[in-house]
């Protein structure tokens, strides 16, 4: 009892003089006991208790005695186990299912039923059943697991990715490293992904998926919306129901997909070819770079479109021909010509300019013009009556020619610098054709 005495207050004295009785001879009101070990303070006149002292409801529990690293909860039965061994353990934690408690350097269970710390400077601060199983890992509220390296659970969820972070969202979580996984039934497995939203699935390395169900499986994938899809690499799919599966594809409104590379689709409709562009309610491509709108109808039954050929000749002498393709983006010819769908009639309606350079050098010019009807069956298309693109420009490129055919299913358009001068010449042709199915 010195410390008391030393410290001078006037609980100290009380204490003292109840403690040592001749030291304060006459002074003492009161004196104390140990009962079952708790330190009772007794009134000397009455006997009653008039205070005690509970034994501390913690321990040291070290291999090597007094070196105070580890500490858990004294509880006298189902107390949660540690790992003497180890160092820095807290466990105040309880354990009924004979779990392994706090195992790891460090670990801590700040209480709550059988939880487990078993990373080095693992942390579950409360809760049921939580499991830090990673280094440096976190688990909290009930059943939650984190067993990545740095990895945060919380709220019934799964955490198994390296500085992954998860909550409300159980097996498979955020399963990515780096990953983010939030509500029920997420699942963020790419690396640095993020899922936020019921059923939501983040599967592509750098992905995002938003909104109730669909997924963003592709590399740098974007998707938000319920039920979106964005499965190509750098895809990107927002509305209702839309689906960006070509690499670059871009989807948004209710429905539709777009399939083709680098395509783009704007509510319910479908773009097929790369590059291309479908827009309004049921339009659809199905050439690279063609742009279609339609107003309603089945899926490419009723639609307008754009497409721009082009075509080169070297001037090496007169009379020069080349067939006008699109496609082919690096070379100054285009790739592929003009085919029609099976069981489609069209209107085609021919705008192109054309410009060479001849002998002088002199520089000449000569727009075309015309309108086209067609149709094909059984990959076999057909001019229908009248099939004339006319022409005005420059003199020197009176002789230049621009004529339709057709060949199986392709309307073909080439160009012919006659027998006037030679002429390196550039041809551009943009045909808008209307189709219907039939």
Not at 385 to 390: C, E, F, L
Not at 394 to 419: C, E, K, M, P, Y
Request: glycine share 16%; proline share 2%; hydrophobic share 35%.
């Amino acid at each position: 009892m010195g410390f008391f005495r030393r410290s001078g207050s006037e609980v100290g004295r009380v204490i003292a003089s109840a403690a040592d009785p001749a030291a304060e001879a006459n002074r003492s009101l009161f004196y104390s006991k140990v009962v079952a070990g708790i330190v009772q303070l007794v009134s000397r006149a009455s006997g009653g208790v008039i205070s005690q002292l509970t034994p501390l409801v913690t321990t040291f529990d070290d291999s090597v005695a007094g070196t105070y690293s580890n500490i858990r909860g004294n509880q006298a039965a189902n107390r949660s186990p540690i790992v003497n061994t180890k160092l820095g353990i807290v466990n105040f934690g309880s354990e009924t299912g004979g779990g392994p408690g706090a195992t790891k350097d460090y670990a801590n269970i700040g209480g709550g039923l059988n939880n487990e710390a078993s990373g080095d400077y693992s942390c579950v601060p409360g809760g049921q059943d939580c499991h830090a199983t990673g280094p440096n890992s976190f688990a909290c509220n009930g059943f939650s697991f984190a067993t990545g390296d740095t990895a945060f659970a919380c709220g019934g969820s799964d955490a198994s990715g390296a500085t992954a972070f998860s909550c409300n969202s159980a097996v498979p979580g955020a399963s990515g490293d780096d990953s983010f996984a939030c509500n029920t039934g997420t699942d963020a497995s790419g690396v640095s992904s993020f899922a936020a939203n019921n059923g939501c699935i983040a599967g592509g390395d750098y992905s995002a998926a938003f909104g109730d169900g669909g997924r963003a499986i592709g590399t740098a994938a974007f998707k938000c919306g319920d039920g979106c899809r964005a499965d190509g690499y750098t895809s990107f799919a927002t509305g209702n129901g839309c689906r960006s599966i070509g690499e670059g594809a871009f989807s948004s409104g209710n429905g539709g997909e777009a399939n083709g590379d680098y395509s783009v689709i704007m509510n319910a409709s479908t773009a097929d070819g790369d590059y291309s562009l479908a827009h309004g309610y049921g339009a659809h491509t199905t050439r690279a770079t063609q742009e279609t709108h339609a107003s309603g109808g089945p899926t490419g039954n009723y639609q307008t479109s754009k497409l721009v050929l082009r075509g080169q000749t070297p001037g090496a002498a007169i009379n020069e021909s080349v067939d006008l393709k699109f496609h082919g983006f690096a070379s100054t010819a285009g790739t592929t010509e003009f085919a029609l769908d099976n069981d489609k009639a069209y209107i085609i309606e021919v705008l192109a300019i054309a410009g060479g350079v001849q002998a002088g050098p002199t520089r000449v010019a000569k727009r075309f013009t015309g309108t086209i009807s067609a149709k094909c069956a059984a990959a076999t298309a057909a001019i229908v009556g009248t099939n004339v693109i006319t022409g005005d420009g420059d003199a020197g490129a009176a002789t230049w020619t621009l004529v339709a055919s057709v060949t199986g299913a392709i309307v073909r358009f080439t160009f012919n610098t006659g027998v006037g001068a030679a002429s390196d010449s550039d041809v551009t042709l943009k045909i808008e054709f209307t189709e219907v199915a039939f």
